[in-house]
């Protein structure tokens, strides 16, 4: 059922966002109309046939109760290892991560951990939507800075105008849902020199950090040795094993704050699925998986070669992530929503309005495409799109 915004008798409104979430808005609408979905992040194809088995597996031997509150020892070492090997950073697998049900609960339970009534969080938008409303059920107050477009790369000196003696966190994505604009060494650097005098923690989601295109480098905030240490990080398994809905991520984040990122986590999920720690800390321990950003390259390079053939505007290519966001000036002047919607129903091809990812919903009139699909489906969507006239 949708949740329409308004209170329900006896229970207040914990956050400002009305209405559901527009992924599954979105979804629903795709499924309603028979369209393709290019809509909510999530892969269409197969998972690597070992990862099934593994699963499978997990269940058949036995591993079926709950496992330890902070994640499964194996799959922590798994990924400090993982890690080392990719990052060169030393990770302590038991006194800093922590295994969690997807990303966007590691979020919400690092937001709870860390914020009291009335501390102010810096979100640079357009940003993923959980973000808003968990800052609002803990309390929190949401300070939006706004990313510049065409290519959506940080405004520092708007980042230093919105921080006061009440800012207690930022949180930052990169590579970035929606833009797929990446962070460089410099950012980094400047956002250490703009909180070095500070007490802000830095919530660093990471989910996309595998899927950086054409050779560029995903800066992790584990890498910056000053920042570490006031940061949690957080990844999750879904973007990178195409198996979004085992929703299984991991926070990465010093002692102190692991214990108190694990004092919210062990009375809110207390543990994760024991079948899929278990598959996963194979997989990971093994080194055998399939890099997932080649594949998403090709995916990604494939889709702005099609979409040459419809009148969107690519303004700026994405860098990384499952997303590009297009223009459709040349085709009509209806507002973000109201297109999405009209395109699915009309086009049988359903996307992300962009203002979804804005608090007060600001409309540039772009929306966003999931181009994490098969071959197969993104010829069959641009076959549909072909259809739209310019005007
Ligand atoms: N952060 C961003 C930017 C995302 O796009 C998503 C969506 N997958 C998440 C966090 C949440 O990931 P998960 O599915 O593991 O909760
Ligand atoms: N991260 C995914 C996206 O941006 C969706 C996750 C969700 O449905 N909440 O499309």
Same mark, same amino acid.
């Given at each position: 059922?949708?949740?329409?915004?308004?209170?329900?008798?006896?229970?207040?409104?914990?956050?400002?966002?009305?209405?559901?979430?527009?992924?599954?808005?979105?979804?629903?609408?795709?499924?309603?109309?028979?369209?393709?979905?290019?809509?909510?992040?999530?892969?269409?194809?197969?998972?690597?046939?070992?990862?099934?088995?593994?699963?499978?597996?997990?269940?058949?031997?036995?591993?079926?109760?709950?496992?330890?509150?902070?994640?499964?020892?194996?799959?922590?070492?798994?990924?400090?290892?993982?890690?080392?090997?990719?990052?060169?950073?030393?990770?302590?697998?038991?006194?800093?991560?922590?295994?969690?049900?997807?990303?966007?609960?590691?979020?919400?339970?690092?937001?709870?951990?860390?914020?009291?009534? /009335?501390?102010? @969080?810096? #979100?640079?938008? +357009? *940003?993923? %939507?959980?973000?808003?409303?968990?800052?609002?059920?803990?309390? /929190?107050?949401? @300070?939006? #800075?706004?990313? +510049? *477009?065409? %290519?959506?790369?940080?405004?520092?000196?708007?980042?230093?105008?919105?921080?006061?003696?009440?800012?207690?966190?930022?949180?930052?994505?990169?590579?970035?849902?929606?833009?797929?604009?990446?962070?460089?060494?410099?950012?980094?650097?400047?956002?250490?020199?703009?909180?070095?005098?500070?007490?802000?923690?830095?919530?660093?989601?990471?989910?996309?950090?595998?899927?950086?295109?054409?050779?560029?480098?995903?800066?992790?905030?584990?890498?910056?040795?000053?920042?570490?240490?006031?940061?949690?990080?957080?990844?999750?398994?879904?973007?990178?094993?195409?198996?979004?809905?085992?929703?299984?991520?991991?926070?990465?984040?010093?002692?102190?704050?692991?214990?108190?990122?694990?004092?919210?986590h062990q009375f809110v999920a207390f543990t994760v699925n024991t079948p899929a720690q278990y598959a996963l800390a194979h997989i990971l321990g093994n080194n055998t998986a399939i890099p997932v950003n080649q594949l998403m390259q090709a995916k990604r390079d494939l889709f702005l070669e099609l979409i040459k053939q419809t009148p969107f505007t690519v303004f700026t290519p994405t860098k990384g992530s499952?997303?590009?966001?297009?223009?459709?000036?040349?085709?009509?002047?209806?507002?973000?929503?109201?297109?999405?919607?009209?395109?699915?129903?009309?086009?049988?091809?359903?996307?992300?309005?962009?203002?979804?990812?804005?608090?007060?919903?600001?409309?540039?009139?772009?929306?966003?495409?999931?181009?994490?699909?098969?071959?197969?489906?993104?010829?069959?969507?641009?076959?549909?799109?072909?259809?739209?006239?310019?005007?």
């Amino acid at each position: 059922m949708a949740t329409n915004g308004k209170p329900v008798k006896g229970f207040g409104l914990k956050h400002s966002a009305t209405g559901t979430t527009i992924f599954t808005v979105m979804s629903a609408l795709a499924t309603q109309h028979n369209a393709i979905n290019l809509s909510q992040g999530f892969p269409d194809f197969h998972i690597d046939e070992r990862l099934s088995q593994l699963l499978g597996d997990a269940a058949r031997l036995g591993h079926n109760q709950y496992a330890p509150m902070p994640g499964m020892p194996a799959l922590r070492q798994a990924i400090a290892v993982n890690f080392k090997q990719r990052y060169g950073v030393n990770i302590d697998p038991d006194s800093e991560i922590t295994v969690t049900p997807g990303a966007t609960y590691a979020i919400y339970t690092a937001f709870t951990a860390l914020l009291q009534p /009335g501390d102010e @969080v810096i #979100v640079l938008e +357009p *940003a993923y %939507d959980s973000y808003i409303p968990n800052i609002e059920m803990n309390g /929190g107050i949401v @300070v939006p #800075v706004a990313l +510049p *477009a065409p %290519d959506f790369n940080v405004d520092w000196n708007k980042v230093k105008e919105a921080i006061t003696p009440r800012t207690r966190s930022i949180i930052i994505n990169t590579p970035h849902n929606p833009t797929g604009a990446i962070w460089d060494k410099n950012d980094w650097d400047t956002l250490a020199e703009i909180v070095r005098d500070t007490d802000i923690v830095i919530l660093s989601d990471e989910v996309y950090e595998q899927l950086v295109f054409d050779g560029q480098k995903h800066y992790s905030v584990l890498e910056h040795p000053e920042l570490r240490q006031r940061s949690f990080a957080l990844y999750s398994f879904g973007k990178v094993f195409n198996n979004t809905g085992w929703k299984i991520g991991y926070c990465i984040a010093p002692p102190e704050y692991t214990l108190a990122f694990r004092r919210i986590h062990q009375f809110v999920a207390f543990t994760v699925n024991t079948p899929a720690q278990y598959a996963l800390a194979h997989i990971l321990g093994n080194n055998t998986a399939i890099p997932v950003n080649q594949l998403m390259q090709a995916k990604r390079d494939l889709f702005l070669e099609l979409i040459k053939q419809t009148p969107f505007t690519v303004f700026t290519p994405t860098k990384g992530s499952y997303f590009q966001v297009v223009g459709y000036e040349r085709i009509n002047d209806m507002g973000d929503m109201e297109f999405a919607e009209w395109l699915t129903k009309e086009y049988g091809v359903a996307t992300i309005p962009v203002s979804a990812f804005y608090k007060n919903k600001k409309d540039d009139k772009l929306i966003r495409f999931c181009f994490a699909k098969k071959e197969e489906t993104l010829r069959d969507a641009i076959a549909r799109l072909s259809a739209l006239a310019a005007r």
